[in-house]
């Protein structure tokens, strides 16, 4: 079973920074979760998620877009998923309010994680060794 999943479902996928790679991001997460036999429903909740994700990474941590955004899944215990998220941008810890950055104008604009945080209730921030990389860690279950 695992070689026919690596045959037919990369476990990583790289992506430039960019709203228009959302889609791409959610359907390589969704095909890996179809694999890992995850309900549609069930991949739906996880997709709101990770695009809530992205779109805070993107506008707070890569608002350049030239930035790049990798995401691996790997099978993990009892038929879940450990995903993490992987970016090059600025320090930026969704997790915490006191990392977000103020928008300019004088407005503060606060990510939202609510969804994310409901769908995925095991997530985890840390920056790399090198401190140059952000890293989201999940883990999906049924």
């Given amino acids: 079973m695992r070689q026919e999943l690596d045959k037919e ?12 790679a959302v889609p791409r991001v959610v359907e390589f997460v ?7 036999a995850f309900t549609e429903a069930r991949l739906g909740e996880i997709a709101l998620a990770l695009e809530e994700a992205l779109g805070n990474i993107i506008r707070f941590a ?5 930035e ?9 215990e009892m038929g879940s998923i450990a995903l993490n998220i992987v970016d090059s941008g600025r320090p930026f810890n969704m997790l915490v309010v006191s990392t977000f950055p103020e928008v300019a104008g004088g407005t503060d604009e606060i990510p939202s994680t609510r969804i994310m945080k ?14 140059r990389k952000n890293i989201l860690a999940w883990i999906i279950s049924r």
């Fill in 9 to 20: 479902v990369n476990d990583e996928i790289t992506v430039q920074a960019r709203p228009d």
């Fill in 30 to 36: 969704s095909a890996f979760g179809r694999e890992m």
């Fill in 62 to 66: 890569c608002p350049g877009g030239s």
């Fill in 68 to 76: 790049e955004i990798r995401v691996t899944c790997r099978a993990h």
């Fill in 118 to 131: 409901k769908a995925i209730r095991d997530v985890e921030y840390r920056r790399d060794g090198d401190g």
